[in-house]
């Protein structure tokens, strides 16, 4: 055993020559240790410090600045690279350093003042190369003591550098209609295509999809859809989409087996690509890597999108179920391998962000269900969405145990059972579907009714029962409602409205969300913070919710350490440039929505709904009537009038009386010679619409239809 080295300055003029006292380290070559000290006996303090070592710690205090090394093995070189013991060697002879520790022909430099500061060296990394779990300290308390990583970087990015731009056409500001354009130069890849179902004020609107003008007008450039689960809100659109945009669509085996269903309807081809979790996809510039997500549709998938400037990552619709009904969890792993490589840009769920804690397992929706059914004395009718493939296998195993038969209602669920069934996503026990002709025939409390309708949608299946409408199935006393879902926002005026309509009837209804029958698929707020600190992004877009979700999603990410300017908030159609170091809001493209209407599409405006909701609230007058210009201008028929929703005729003839009389005072021989037909027509509507507002008080709709012969 020897003593420890111990290493002084000589007090020769400052020649910084060390005086070795020779030991022997364990492991340790003594010459190694001496070719290391000699490098460092050369780093003097009017010495330019790029020949520190990359590992070695630097610490000022004033104008002095001293190196301390750790002993080591092997030294390193400023590239980060081993180099062997020749190599050290060579290095320290060819220096040949004077007393000042300047090279014999170099200029003599002045000795340089340095303010206290800290620096962090990173060996092998610009700041271009620095993963996100260096920049991004998911810690509030390390955020207080520890401010973030100064990297010394002058170049500001131009706009050369914000190649990859990042554009959302739906889902911000609301919940649905999910559509995301990542963009590298002019290449296109578009993540999701969904819809939304229409509000109380969109009469007569089927559904409602988002503008795709920019895609429209980019058609040539789109190289990909890829979908990460099969819901409308996702899939929805791309029927209608896919009829002018022609390009692949990557998704999961369930997600484009629903789809696929959606476009025959349609009549539309496309060319569907099926992917794997965890498979990598090459589409242009973009390398699209599939992650497997829970939630509450089977083969959900998340996608990390590598690109020239950075990964981006879209964690779509998901939870942390630790107890999935299909056995197929979250890939915590893959996400966390992704967040320690550097992720430049999360896109994440925002639906929950204001629920606390964790969203409960969707296996424990099944102990409810199984409790309702073993106690129901009669019929039981569930209703649920129609993608939920996982309620719709916990009703089947509930209706096994009890020994009731299911019948399917509604073509949207007639669907999806046919298409997971087939696709072996549903384990449908045998001989317990039949026919739902054959319910009336079995004993009550052997039935299971299965259907649509858990948003009040007037045309689905339950809505249709509660109303009395419904073709095979009509609600009598001793029914059990299950309704096995929680409105969407918009929609808690239809779900309770059917809920009244089903109590008339005599059915016990279970609705209420203390009764256990639904969870959501969407992640907590302790989720959303668990995915953060894993992925570690250095830029941060919330997405899929209404506006103040993503503004909370936001917030809850400053809490924990993200910059403030590295969040944003967004609105559909703007437009997020991300380089390397930076990443800004910068314009705007076309975005909005698009009206489905029968077979019509983006046919209906605004200036149609504002008709129709005129309509809905004052009704219509029609007048009719025929004149002629010819010889002696006179009226040959009418006026006539006729209302809709405006008066009951009979009881205010007089007023029908004194419109007419109003009408024939206007139409003189004098104004129909020389008139337009034009200018008659919006006279007569003018006249009418005063003398309505000022007898009634009403605004209805006025239609002149008149004819010159």
Known sequence: MVDDTKVNKASDKGTGIRALKSEKIKGVDVMVNRAIERILAADTPTADNNNAQPNSKISTSGDKETVKSPPRKRAT??????????????????????KNGAEPDAPQRKKKSHKTKKVVFVPNQDEDQVSSSQVFIANPLAVSQQKYRQVNNTKKPTSRDYKLRVIPLGGLGEVGKNMTVIQYGEEILVVDGGLAFPDDGMYGIDLVIPDYSYLVENRNHVRAFCLTHGHEDHIGALPYVLKDIQAPVYGSTLTLGLLKGKLNENKVKADLREVKAREEVEI??????????????????????????????????????????????????????????????????????????FSSSERTVGYSLDRIFYSAKGRIIVTSFASHVHRVQ?????????????????????????????????????????????????????????????????????????????????????????????????????????????????????????EGIHVSGHASKEELKM?????????????????????????????????EENTFVLENGEVLEVSRRRCRINGTVTSGRVLIDGLGVGDVGNTVLKERRQLSESGVIVLSMIYTKQKRPRILAGPEIYSQGFIFEKEYEHIIGEMKEKVVAICTPERLSDGSLH??????????????????????VIMAVICEV
């Open 77 to 98: 070189s400023n590239n980060g690279r081993v180099a062997d013991d020749s190599q050290s060697k060579k290095t320290a002879s060819k220096k040949n350093v004077t």
């Open 284 to 357: 242009g510039p973009f390398k699209v890597e599939f992650f497997r997500l829970t939630h509450s549709i089977p083969d959900s998938m998340g996608m990390a999108i590598h690109t020239p400037v950075g990964t981006i990552m879209v964690v779509s619709d998901f939870k942390m179920d630790m107890s999935p009904i299909d056995g197929e969890f979250m890939d915590f792993g893959r996400i966390s391998a992704l967040g320690e490589k550097g992720v430049l840009l999360l896109l994440s769920d925002s639906t929950n962000v204001e629920k606390e804690g």
């Open 394 to 514: 916990q009703v089947l195993w509930s209706a096994e145990r009890t020994e009731r038969k299911v019948a399917v209602v509604g073509r949207g669920m007639q669907n999806m059972v046919t298409i997971a069934g087939s696709l072996g996503y549903l384990d449908i026990p045998q001989d317990i579907l039949i026919d739902i002709e054959r319910i009336n025939s079995l004993p009550a409390d052997k039935v299971v009714v299965i259907t649509t309708g858990s948003q009040g949608e007037p045309l689905s299946g339950l809505t249709r029962m509660a109303s009395g409408d419904h073709r095979q199935v009509q609600i009598m006393p001793g029914d059990t409602v299950v309704i096995s879902a929680n409105p969407i926002p918009g929609n808690e005026r239809t779900v309770a409205k059917t809920v009244d309509n089903l109590f008339r009837l005599g059915a016990t209804v279970i609705h209420e969300r203390n």
């Open 531 to 563: 995915l953060i600190n894993m992925v570690k992004p250095r830029f941060f877009l919330p997405v899929h919710g209404e506006y103040r979700m993503l503004y909370k999603h936001a917030q809850l990410a400053q809490q924990l350490g993200m910059p």
């Open 679 to 700: 200018d008659l027509r919006n006279q007569v509507r003018s006249v009418l619409s005063r003398y309505v507002v000022e007898r009634t008080g009403r605004r209805p």
